[in-house]
């Protein structure tokens, strides 16, 4: 039992650049959610999904995409990237919406 | 604006002591809190939540208090081990699966 996996760790991008993050759970889970993390500051959600089916937007979502592929994955895609997208990505997944979120380790993503 | 925040952006304690970290919020139709761990380079660890419906929450060694009259909430770490150092984050959710999270305190704990 994995729990929350996400690839890549680490990356590097060029201004313009586009990259899917992904992400999987295999806890049977309903919810997954996209956040990012910057320094001195807590976790902002960019884009969530209560169901299998269902994506919505968070607090920050220009700038990207999401897809729910199916209950197990959820992938953030950046279509080009921008400096201001520099940031630790961290996705997370529920039984129900915001119920206890699990944690997958993070992607740091920085665009030079 | 509506925010989470945190009172202090560090707590340094001597290992043994019990520890508390404050949050303030300013939502008052936030009704579920949550307060997770986060050591350095992992993802965020769930440790406790509460419901608007209650006041106090007791798990092993936390417990987190609520008092909505002032819009604050608290968790209270007792017998806080070196294992404890880690930032600490309380999230709330405004009903609309908006959650906000705090900017988070750095706990560390002194032998």
């Known amino acids: 039992n994995a729990g929350v996996t996400q690839t890549p760790k680490f990356q590097v991008l060029k201004t313009g650049q586009s990259m899917t993050l992904q992400c999987a759970q295999d806890?049977?889970?309903?919810?997954m959610y996209w956040y990012r993390q910057d320094p001195g500051m807590g976790l902002r959600l960019i884009y969530y999904s209560a169901s299998e089916g269902t994506t919505d937007k968070g607090e920050v979502p220009n700038g990207y995409n999401v897809s729910r592929l199916n209950k197990r994955e959820f992938s953030l895609r950046l279509e080009s990237a921008a400096p201001s997208q520099t940031s630790v990505y961290f996705c997370?997944?529920?039984?129900?919406?915001?119920?206890?979120?699990?944690f997958g380790p993070g992607t740091r993503l920085t665009v030079l | 604006g509506e925010s989470v925040g945190l009172h202090l952006p560090t707590l340094s304690v001597q290992e043994g002591d019990n520890s508390i970290i404050n949050c303030a919020y300013s939502n008052s139709a936030s009704d579920y809190f949550i307060w997770y761990k986060q050591e350095s380079g992992k993802g965020p660890q769930f440790i406790i939540d509460i419901r608007s419906n209650m006041d106090k929450r007791q798990g092993q060694r936390v417990t987190v208090l609520l008092n909505k009259t002032v819009k604050h909430l608290s968790l209270q770490i007792a017998a806080t081990q070196p294992g404890d150092s880690a930032v600490y984050f309380c999230a709330g959710e405004r009903g609309n699966n908006d959650m906000r999270f705090g900017a988070g305190t750095r706990l560390t704990v002194k032998p």
């Open positions: 806890m049977n889970h309903n919810s």
């Open positions: 997370a997944s529920s039984r129900q919406p915001y119920n206890e979120q699990f």
